[in-house]
């Protein structure tokens, strides 16, 4: 399965939070911004990259990540599903990473 986190600011590459909703379509389809604020981001995290990753379902254990809304923070919705792993080893252990790149412009 295909997962995206944006990272940036006070936000590390291989964070806890990841999503299966690319945040460029959404950007794309529905205006700037738009992706932050369905994803509740922090107002610390920029946004100025973006990860890609697969996930590796097979052998995953039940407690190493849950699929949540994600959480409004900073004065933004949140919403959008959110694979939030319980510690950034999990990340590492579950999640090769396949690309990360700048994002112009950021999220």
């Known amino acids: 399965m295909t997962i995206y986190r ?3 600011g006070c936000s590390p590459v291989d964070g806890r939070s990841w999503t299966p909703i690319n ?4 950007d794309q389809f529905t205006g700037q911004g738009t992706y932050r604020d369905l994803a509740g981001l922090p107002a610390c995290k920029s946004g100025t990259a973006l990860a890609t990753g697969r996930l590796s379902l097979e052998g995953v254990a039940v407690d190493a990540a849950q699929t949540i809304a994600s959480v409004a923070l900073d004065g933004e919705q949140g ?3 959110e694979i939030k792993f319980i510690a950034r080893r999990e990340v590492r252990k579950w999640v090769r990473r ?3 790149a700048p994002a112009s412009p950021s999220f």
């Open 6 to 8: 944006v990272h940036g």
């Open 23 to 26: 945040p460029v379509v959404i």
């Open 98 to 100: 396949t690309h990360s």
């Open 79 to 81: 919403g959008l599903p």
